[in-house]
């Protein structure tokens, strides 16, 4: 059975940086778009970024754009979000998922995710 597993959470000062990573056992990343969310308490979880299973679609939310920067490295079979300055607003459990043969939705809707990390927490505060 697929597993994810995200790591690289921590708390962290705003402007510092992080660098997620979410690794798949079991089975080949090559075949998995993987995207990539996050839930603040109190908040609905909602899409960060995301990768086609080929990598060559990413997309990212309005919010990130230019600051965080996904990759995939097969040979790992790992998912990275690179993450620079951070603010307080970016504070939540990160979150990464999995779609079989998937592309990367520009709307980063959870839907066509199928598999689902447990979630590593970012506390970005001063």
């Known amino acids: 059975q697929l597993q994810l597993v995200e790591s690289g959470g921590d708390s962290v000062r705003p402007g510092e940086s992080l660098r997620l990573s979410c690794t798949l056992s079991a089975f080949t990343l090559d075949d998995y778009g993987i995207g990539w969310f996050r839930q603040a308490p109190g908040k609905e979880r909602e899409g960060v970024s995301c990768v086609s299973n080929s990598g060559a679609s990413k997309n990212y939310a309005n919010s990130v754009k230019g600051r965080f920067t996904i990759s995939r490295d097969n040979a790992k079979n790992t998912v990275y979000l690179q993450m620079n300055s951070l603010n307080p607003e970016d504070t939540a459990v990160y979150y990464c998922?999995?779609?079989?043969?998937?592309?990367?939705?520009?709307?980063?809707?959870?839907?066509?995710?199928?598999?689902w990390g447990q979630g590593t927490q970012v506390t970005v505060s001063s």
């Open positions: 998922a999995a779609q079989y043969l998937g592309g990367c939705p520009r709307s980063l809707s959870r839907q066509p995710y199928t598999y």
